[in-house]
């Protein structure tokens, strides 16, 4: 195979706007599937939590064979907090694939993605999918698309962009938007006929960089990068060099493995242009060339854009630490975040004062959330605390990131949502009324948006989309609102017994239910009023030879709140941390000693 038969284009789009599936029906559509083969639903989406949210996380490659052509296909993430994963990915594309939803138009991730392809200097083909929904409004998506380009610094070939409409689930695609088909011949037609041929040398010593790695029990540590030239080849002695390395190390490749359709296949020799997978070599990081032992030439390290939120991991020492999980050391801890750190170069992992806590940086809420719950799932046992933002110094002032946030909403809560956000420091952009809902656009320090989702959902009946990017360092936004109530905590050990609750539901709302374990310093429910307030949520009816005069009290009991993982590390304050276990998600104290916390209190105050 010759490098002008070879493509490279990589899929971006916001979160939930096609790309997977689109990918499933040019599977397809390409035969890569053979018939009657029988494949799940977004076959890319590998991963556990992929499927169950609905969202890609890791960039995934694959390559459908087209008429005697080869494309290499990278399925990026959609959603900015992991945006590392599109960094590392767009050094093997030669052009991108913008997804737009043709209701939604262009997001703020849209923006951040499409801008990293610029930043490569990436051309761009455009489909606008989903046309088939009964609001979508293709031509005014197709101007915002254009506006988005230029907002950007497009140059004028990269404005020259071709364009089809089409839907990725039914898979068919048209050159124009009022036409309909039954296949995606327009789709491939402009696949083959604008993506570029790899510029590269077939015949020079060869060059290989790696921007992805994974780790499989038999072949040891895998890299996925292109050849950039010359020719990869099994069994050959090679160097791996750094940029900011002195000295390469000589290595030997053992396997040597390429993609065709979903499956990594053995060969001898990759050529420049084409995309490979190499094992063994245990060297070899993120940005890292492969080059000839006579021909140290490293490329330039893939750059990636800082953490902007960081968290505390602690070892659990509530009094319930180790019944659940498996791996609960420092240690174990710190191994795993370290292989975590390894694989996704946007993680940033720190030592702190503490020989049992480490500060884990990353780009996002949910980037964090995914790796502890990836960690839990493996039988890990840990603490962490609350999300804040890292501060760095521009120009000799201490700055903090800002992002900008798009929120859909109806029509009729936009004033709610405005307001919320004004108060927490936002700054409105723009407003775009799209049929009977408002989509609203906001410039607003990251703290701000700590805690914001659930909010936002309450004051919208559950019906706002919040989606947001980092778009700068900036000053300090001010004082933003904390958490207005104080929390209901459990003053001793045991389980909580209904008679308990029945009477203290006046106190506010909990997040136990009888028969559930809890212990001293444990968070167990909401106040009603803005302080902390210790109870006896174990306390049983005392048995009497006394019966009431009809039956006894039956209590009715309101179902306990149950906040997802994400929703608890939005929840804690300063002084308090989620209990991370394989089995259970707790919030507790971090000092469970009640007179321990409130001579700290005091301390702090001053008196």
């Not at 921007?211 to 950039?228: K, N, Q």
Request: with cysteine; glycine share 8%.
């Amino acid at each position: 195979m010759s490098p002008n038969t070879i493509r490279n284009v990589a899929i971006v789009a916001h979160v939930d706007h096609g790309k997977t599936t689109l990918v499933d029906a040019l599977f397809r559509f390409a035969g890569t599937f053979r018939s009657g083969q029988h494949v799940q639903e977004r076959v890319l989406d590998s991963n556990a939590q992929e499927r169950e949210r609905g969202i890609t996380i890791l960039a995934k490659n694959t390559a459908i064979e087209y008429h005697g052509q080869r494309i290499n296909i990278v399925d990026t993430p959609g959603h900015a907090d992991f945006g590392g994963q599109v960094e590392r990915t767009l050094s093997m594309a030669d052009a991108v694939l913008l997804l737009v939803d043709a209701y939604e138009g262009p997001m703020p991730q849209t923006r951040f993605v499409l801008s990293k392809a610029f930043e490569h200097g990436l051309p761009a083909l455009v489909m606008i999918n989903k046309v088939d929904r009964p609001d979508a409004r293709p031509e005014d998506v197709l101007n915002e698309i254009f506006d988005l380009f230029v907002d950007l610094g497009a140059t004028d070939e990269q404005l020259d962009f071709p364009v089809v409409y089409g839907s990725g689930r039914d898979a068919w695609a048209v050159n124009d938007s009022h036409e309909t088909s039954d296949n995606l011949q327009a789709l491939m037609d402009m696949l083959m006929d604008k993506l570029p041929i790899p510029e590269t040398d077939p015949d020079g010593p060869v060059l290989f960089q790696a921007a992805t790695l994974d780790r499989d029990d038999y072949l040891g540590r895998i890299a996925v990068g292109r050849v950039h030239r010359g020719k990869l080849r099994a069994g050959e002695r090679l160097a791996v060099a750094h940029p900011d390395r002195r000295k390469p190390v000589t290595v030997t490749l053992k396997n040597l493995f390429r993609y065709e359709g979903l499956k990594r296949v053995p060969c001898e020799t990759v050529m420049a242009g084409d995309v490979a997978v190499v094992t063994g070599i245990e060297d070899i990081g993120i940005g890292d060339t492969l080059c000839h032992p006579e021909h140290i030439e490293p490329l330039p390290a893939i750059a990636i854009d800082e953490p902007t939120i960081s968290m505390i991991f602690r070892i659990n020492n509530s009094p319930m630490a180790g019944t659940e999980g498996q791996f609960v050391t420092s240690r174990h801890i710190v191994s795993r975040l370290e292989r975590a750190a390894t694989r996704d170069v946007a993680l940033l992992i720190r030592s702190t004062d503490s020989a049992d806590s480490f500060e884990v940086c990353g780009r996002g809420v949910m980037h964090l959330s995914v790796l502890i719950e990836e960690m839990r799932r493996e039988g890990y046992e840990f603490s962490v605390g609350k999300p804040h933002v890292i501060l760095k110094d521009v120009d000799g002032q201490i700055c903090e990131p800002y992002e900008r946030a798009a929120v859909e909403v109806p029509a009729d809560s936009a004033g709610r949502i405005i307001e919320y956000l004004g108060r927490r420091r936002g700054e409105m952009l723009d407003m775009t009324h799209i049929g009977a809902f408002a989509k609203v656009e906001f410039k607003i320090p990251a703290r701000g948006l700590i805690g914001a989702r659930t909010a936002l959902l309450t004051l919208s009946q559950g019906e706002a989309v919040l989606s947001h990017v980092f778009d700068c360092w900036g000053p300090d936004g001010g004082v933003i609102p904390r958490r207005t109530s104080g929390v209901l905590i459990s003053d001793r050990n045991g389980p909580v017994v209904a008679y308990a609750l029945d009477g203290l539901q006046d106190r506010g709302k909990f997040f136990i239910a009888p028969g559930d374990t809890v212990y001293e310093g444990m968070i167990v429910g909401e106040n009603g009023k803005d302080a902390d307030l210790e109870l006896n949520v174990c306390r049983a009816k005392k048995l009497t030879n006394m019966r009431a005069s009809g039956r006894d009290d039956n209590a009715k009991i309101a179902p306990p709140i149950r906040m997802s993982l994400e929703e608890m590390l939005e929840y804690v304050e300063d002084d308090e941390v989620v209990e991370i276990t394989p089995k259970s998600l707790r919030l507790r104290k971090i000092e469970l000693d009640p007179n321990v916390r409130k001579r700290e209190k005091r301390k702090a105050a001053g008196v």
